[in-house]
């Protein structure tokens, strides 16, 4: 989605409520290979004669999917040469009725009620029209989580992301810094530290998205993207400013940014995904310093 559009563009559903949880091949500046990892953030270059709907055709996507990351107007802010992030979406398709508001509705499918409003061009301080369907971007229903049957791997009941538990594989992108939210959104934590702040990479890898524009980014504002050897990828968002470009090496422990407030935040901290695999600080309190899992 582009947060400055007026409207949303129409996104396929299933059954007519719950949108497809978008899985895209993971892929490099110069290359695209296919994953079985559904919550893989996928990088694609733009070629000559390329469309997005044929791009999104291509990853299995909606277009609005490539306009919520990208910060995209019209389909004519697509150039040749441009790189495209491609995020996995998912949401909830929702006819108003009475007594929702933006607040019930974000609390009802786990979703931020920011999101609803941009994703559909809504003013906030205006009443929902009864009748009218509206997308909850994120939004999921409340299901009763599946039990892990393999100590190797866990499933959670937050919106994305599962994996191996890869022990002793990532390192603390923030020493010494306190968790201010339990796990959340595609797997992530979030740390709390004053603006500024260095950030770490958790492992060795590549970067492969490196975003310091200053835009809005899907919510993630200012963020970096690493893939790692086990498969894996961590991301890492909200930074004033990011100190690594995409396809540069960077080892563990390496600074690669630093904290910031940029887009989706109510203040500085560093929000901190981990895709393919458990997150290290999935067992970290609130509050509490952790060293990674």
């Keep these: 989605m582009n947060p400055n559009s007026r409207a949303p563009i129409a996104l396929a559903t299933s059954g007519g409520a719950a949108l497809v949880a978008y899985n895209g091949p993971e892929g490099t500046t110069n290359n695209v290979v296919g994953s079985e990892r559904s919550d893989r953030i996928s990088v694609y270059v733009v070629r000559s004669g390329d469309t997005l709907s044929e791009i999104a055709e291509m990853f299995d996507v909606s277009v609005n999917t490539i306009f919520w990351a990208n910060n995209l107007k019209s389909a004519r802010d697509v150039h040749p040469g441009d790189t495209l992030v491609i995020l996995p979406v998912s949401g909830i398709e929702r006819v108003i009725v009475k007594g929702d508001t933006l607040n019930s509705l974000a609390k009802k499918y786990n979703a931020n009620a920011n999101d609803i409003a941009q994703f559909n061009g809504l003013d906030p301080t205006e009443n929902l029209v009864i009748g009218s369907t509206i997308i909850i971007p994120g939004g999921e229903i409340a299901t009763p989580a599946p039990r892990s049957t393999s100590s190797s791997s866990i499933r959670e009941p937050y919106l994305g992301g599962s994996g191996p538990i890869q022990t002793g594989y990532y390192s603390n992108p923030m020493p010494g810094r306190p968790i201010t939210q339990a796990l959340h959104g595609w797997n992530a934590v979030d740390f709390g530290a004053p603006r500024n702040t260095p950030i770490y990479a958790a492992a060795d890898g590549t970067a492969i998205i490196a975003r310091s524009n200053g835009a809005w980014n899907g919510g993630y504002g200012n963020y970096v993207v690493i893939t790692h050897g086990n498969g894996s990828q961590t991301l890492y968002s909200h930074m004033t400013r990011t100190a690594v470009s995409a396809g540069q090496s960077v080892y563990s422990g390496q600074v690669i940014g630093y904290v910031g407030a940029t887009g989706l935040s109510t203040g500085p901290h560093l ?22 899992q």
């Design 271 to 292: 929000h901190f995904e981990v895709r393919g695999a458990a997150n290290p600080f999935r067992n970290c309190p609130v509050g509490r310093v952790c060293a990674p």
